[in-house]
């Protein structure tokens, strides 16, 4: 058992195209701790410890955890399915940055902008364009690309999802359904 403190949530840019939304905790979290638990003061379960920040392999007080609501979710597929199927919609993301924000004439620097668009994809069937700013899915409103494609890769095949986008200064709802990764309209 070791302490620490949690010092922030969210962090990304680790691995910055897979799923990330991790707790950086100065837990020490040594080669072969992956898999422990990251326990509050309750000792209620917060987060499974998963990688270190380190030169030579060696703890340097930055570990990082995957927190329990994204373990929860893959637990279920896997009691569930026996696996975890995750959907594809089929875009390519990026930060709505203010320089980009103020390109597209937006107010609010709020979303993430859709970059590229596969042919075929569920997001082609639902009408998304390149240049679409996605503010919101199921409710929720977008702040990063790397929120939505968390929030996204949660999400199993057949699920639906509704994204509110901007495009050309209007709002419009557009529904998908995520298709599976081999299905023969994906690239």
Same mark, same amino acid.
């Given at each position: 058992?070791t302490? +620490? %403190?949690? /010092? &922030?949530?969210?962090?990304?840019?680790l691995?910055?195209? $897979?799923?990330?939304?991790? *707790?950086?905790?100065d837990?020490?979290?040594?080669?072969?701790n992956?898999?422990?638990?990251?326990?509050?003061?309750?000792?209620?379960?917060? +987060? %499974?410890? /998963? &990688?270190?920040?380190?030169?030579?392999?060696?703890n340097? $007080?930055i570990?990082f955890? *995957?927190?329990?609501?994204?373990v929860?979710?893959?637990?279920?597929?896997?009691?569930?399915?026996g696996e975890?199927?995750?959907?594809?919609? +089929?875009i390519?993301?990026?930060?709505?940055t203010?320089?980009?924000?103020?390109?597209l004439?937006?107010?609010?620097?709020?979303?993430?902008?859709?970059?590229?668009?596969?042919?075929?994809?569920?997001?082609?069937?639902?009408?998304i364009?390149?240049?679409?700013?996605?503010?919101?899915?199921?409710?929720?409103s977008?702040?990063s690309?790397a929120?939505?494609?968390?929030?996204?890769?949660?999400?199993?095949?057949?699920?639906?999802?509704?994204?509110?986008?901007?495009?050309?200064g209007?709002?419009?709802?557009?529904?998908?359904?995520?298709n599976?990764?081999?299905?023969?309209?994906?690239?």
């Open positions: 058992v302490a +620490g %403190i949690v /010092s &922030a949530l969210g962090r990304t840019g691995h910055p195209h $897979g799923y990330e939304d991790f *707790i950086q905790t837990a020490s979290i040594n080669p072969g992956s898999g422990g638990a990251l326990v509050n003061l309750n000792g209620e379960l917060i +987060g %499974i410890n /998963s &990688a270190i920040l380190s030169k030579d392999g060696g340097i $007080g570990g955890a *995957i927190p329990v609501n994204m929860k979710a893959v637990m279920g597929q896997l009691i569930t399915y975890v199927k995750r959907g594809i919609v +089929g390519k993301l990026r930060d709505l203010p320089e980009a924000a103020e390109s004439q937006l107010v609010n620097a709020r979303g993430v902008v859709i970059s590229e668009v596969a042919p075929g994809s569920a997001a082609d069937h639902a009408g364009k390149v240049g679409d700013v996605a503010v919101s899915m199921n409710g929720v977008l702040e690309a929120q939505l494609r968390n929030a996204l890769g949660l999400l199993r095949v057949g699920q639906s999802v509704e994204m509110h986008v901007l495009r050309n209007a709002e419009r709802s557009v529904t998908l359904i995520l599976s990764p081999s299905s023969p309209s994906q690239p």
